[in-house]
């Protein structure tokens, strides 16, 4: 495990927390770290800690049995070892697409009208981030740049309801980014159209900008539906 130091934190120590799993290949009845010293090595308060138990109790990935610890689970949807897992996890992630496509169209609608050359360059700039990290093979830090371009998107639209949807599933969403079924090359066919994207939001051209994320979309479908168990 190691530092936690950017915004929604408890969103990434639930991700260290998957990684310690992985990476110490915990199976289900395995205990996790005490509290005090997840929050030692991770680096952050208790509340923050907790609140990340939380989210990790509520998706049936651990169990906190008071007074004995903290023990894993059975980690579906977001470690597949069955047919029976992967269709879980095609269904669940099919189900936040649809969400997501909504919601993202809709703040792509919004944006297009409030976009300056300011933001066209830091669109861009995630863009190239994600580029060089994938040169690197780092995919965690192109992950990340991938998800801060579509995040800025969000902001754009400048509709705080709209916002406070799309933080309430943000969780769901960020389930795109953290190389599901452990498959980390599953979306790089969607890449291309982030670029197409990107020119209609800077042409102001909605139709152009809704088609790119249309066919995005499509990509990012085809990609889940296509996952097989070996």
């Known amino acids: 495990m190691k530092a936690i130091k950017k915004q929604k934190l408890s969103a990434q120590v639930v991700d260290e927390i998957y990684a310690f799993i992985k990476s110490e290949k ?32 509520s998706r049936g990935a651990i169990q906190v049995i008071n007074g004995k610890g903290i ?6 949807p977001f470690y597949i070892h069955t047919m029976f897992d992967i269709e879980n996890e095609q269904r669940f992630l099919l189900e936040i697409l649809e969400v997501r496509e909504a919601l993202e169209k809709k703040a792509i609608d919004l944006a297009i009208s409030n976009i300056q050359e300011k933001d066209i360059k830091q669109l861009q700039a995630y863009l190239t981030e994600y580029e ?30 709209l916002n406070s949807i799309i933080n309430s ?23 291309p159209y982030h670029h197409t994207l990107l020119e ?29 168990v070996d």
């Open 26 to 57: 915990l199976k289900e009845g395995d205990r996790l770290p005490s509290v005090s010293d997840m929050s030692d090595k991770l680096q952050i308060g208790r509340s923050t800690l907790r609140e990340a138990l939380q989210i990790l109790e």
């Open 71 to 76: 023990f894993v689970n059975e980690l579906r």
């Open 132 to 161: 060089e990290a994938i040169s690197h093979n780092d995919r965690k830090t192109a992950n990340q740049a991938d998800a801060s371009f579509h995040e800025y998107i969000y902001q754009l639209a400048d509709n705080d309801f």
């Open 169 to 191: 599933v943000g969780d769901q969403f960020e389930q795109f980014w953290n190389e599901p079924f452990g498959i980390e090359h599953i979306f790089d066919e969607s890449y």
């Open 200 to 228: 209609g939001l800077a042409e102001q051209d909605i139709e152009k900008a809704q088609k790119a994320f249309d066919l995005l979309i499509q990509s990012v479908r085809r990609a889940i539906k296509n996952v097989q």
